[in-house]
């Protein structure tokens, strides 16, 4: 149990641990709740950066016109936008 902490505190993921140690996910999710292990939140993966999104933030269009002509929500848009390293404006008109 030790080991599983270890890992899971330099960097596992629960996944990983229970598929290098032959146990099931909720196996090695109690093990680790159990020890008061403070679990990390889920990393929600992000579709691929649709073409022209940074440009068009950047040439002025906003992250809800962006959202709304890429068919996404506002914060899945600035999610992308952010991953892209993009410097988001200050909120409304300036």
Same mark, same amino acid.
Request: hydrophobic share 35%; net charge positive.
């Given at each position: 149990?030790? !080991?599983?902490?270890?890992?899971?505190?330099?960097g596992?993921?629960?996944?990983?641990?229970? !598929? /290098?140690?032959?146990?099931?996910?909720?196996?090695?999710?109690?093990?680790?709740?159990?020890?008061?292990?403070?679990?990390?939140?889920?990393?929600?993966?992000?579709?691929?950066t649709?073409?022209?999104?940074?440009?068009?933030?950047?040439?002025?269009?906003?992250?809800?016109?962006?959202?709304?002509?890429?068919?996404?929500?506002?914060?899945?848009?600035?999610?992308?936008l952010?991953?892209?390293?993009? /410097?988001?404006?200050?909120?409304?008109? /300036?």
């Amino acid at each position: 149990m030790a !080991k599983l902490v270890a890992r899971y505190a330099h960097g596992d993921t629960i996944e990983g641990l229970a !598929k /290098q140690h032959q146990l099931s996910y909720h196996k090695v999710r109690n093990a680790l709740l159990d020890a008061n292990v403070k679990l990390r939140p889920p990393k929600i993966p992000l579709p691929p950066t649709p073409p022209g999104m940074v440009n068009a933030y950047n040439g002025g269009r906003s992250i809800r016109q962006l959202a709304a002509i890429h068919g996404m929500s506002y914060c899945q848009t600035r999610r992308i936008l952010l991953a892209e390293g993009v /410097q988001l404006r200050p909120r409304g008109r /300036q």
